[in-house]
Every structure is written in structure tokens, then in C-alpha cells.
């Protein structure tokens, strides 16, 4: 079959977040699939979707929902955050709106830098959780999870990945998750478990 050909048959994923540093963790994982990989962004301006739910699953949810409603494309969405231990697991679900909403990766960080010195504390063990969402345009749901453990230290390291990366350290505790490449983040972290998880749902999905 010819490329074109194939396109025309081909189905389209849109990856529906409007975090660059999500886009770039899981676009190039995805483009191995036989399906078009869109990001949002391609859409125009698009609303925020509100994220009221209880957990990372219901917002991931809430999130593919929402943009494949807009979009009319079968929409792939990412739930994620931080649990801190030390921070009876703040701030989970609202790892973004940390500092407030609108928040930057910035003002996020110091936010926890104060709660950790309020807590008395310049480290906890801590992990990123990822719950990944698909909806397709005739309401099939497909979701996968991932987790990984590691430390929040106060002292920041590294420039790659982004959000709280400086200040999470990974296994073994000498290296930050922004020390690593995006393919050495993508072996461990809790999004690319996650999107290993999916491509195989979505595998099957697609067959
Ligand atoms: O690998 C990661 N490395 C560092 N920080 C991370 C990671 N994964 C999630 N995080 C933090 C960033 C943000 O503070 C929150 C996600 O919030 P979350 O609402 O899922 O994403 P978002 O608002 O940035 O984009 P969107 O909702 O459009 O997908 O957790
Ligand atoms: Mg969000």
C-alpha cells in the first residue's frame, strides 16, 4: 500500500495535554504505532478541561473525555503528579496547582521547598504517579498506570525533563530525574510505564 493510502486508512490520536514536556515524553513512543500522533496544540486555542476529579484516573479521564468531545479525534490524556511522604502525600492530584492555579514548574518548586522546611525535613521519599487515558469518538475507554519511587532532596540538579525533575532524585539517590536523558527518564518513570502499558492496550485496540 502506498503511504497515502495508508494515511487515509490510518486513525488519529490526538495526545491531548497542553504540558510540552508530556509531548515530548510520549510522542515519539506513540509514533510507533500505526496511527497518526496529533498533539493539541495543531487544534488551536482550546479550553482548559476543568480537572475536578478525586484522583489522577478520573482527571486522566475527565481530560480524553473533554478534548475528544472538542476535537471529534479519539484524544489520549495524562493524569500525573508528586506524592511527597514527609507531606502526608501532598501534592498529588494538585501537583500543578501546587503554588496556586496558573502556577509555573518555578513557583511549584518553591512551594514545596517552604512546606519541606516547614516540615523540618530537607528530604523524603517520594513518587510520581501517571494514569493515561484514551477515548475514542464512540465512547471505548482505555486506561494504564505507572509509578516511580524515588526522593524529593532540596537541592536541585539537572536542566532536562521538566516540573519538579531538579528536586526528585531517582533510585540510588545520586542522580536528579533532570540529570538523565529523555530516553534513560523514559526506561523508569512513571509516564513511561504507563505509556508502555498503553501502546500495548492500544495494540490490541488497533488490530
Ligand atoms: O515527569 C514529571 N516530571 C516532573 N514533574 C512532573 C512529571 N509528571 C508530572 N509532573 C508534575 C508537573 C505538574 O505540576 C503536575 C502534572 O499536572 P497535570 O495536570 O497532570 O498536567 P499539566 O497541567 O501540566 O498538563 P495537562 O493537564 O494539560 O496534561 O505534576
Ligand atoms: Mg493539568
Redesign the pocket.
Known sequence: MEDRQRAVKMKTIII????K??IR?MAEEFAELPVIIRALDEFGELP??V?SGHTFAE?ARI?AAFYSRLTGQACL??????EIDILDKRPGIY??R?AGDNAS?GD?NKKMISEMKKAGVDSSNAR?K?VLAFFDINGRILQAEGECEGKIKLSPKGSN?????PY?YIRGGKKS?AEISALE?NEI???GKAVKRMKILLAEYLA
Not at 491531548?16 to 504540558?19: C, D, E, R, V
Not at 490524556?77 to 508528586?82: C, E, F, N, P, Y
Not at 525533563?161 to 525533575?165: L, P, R, S, V
Open positions: 491531548a495535554t497542553k504540558n514536556g508530556k515524553e482548559d478541561a480537572e482527571n481530560k490524556a495524562d493524569d500525573s503528579g508528586l501537583s500543578a501546587f514548574d511549584n510520581y501517571c525533563g521538566f516540573g519538579y525533575d526528585f530525574m527518564k518513570s512513571h509516564r
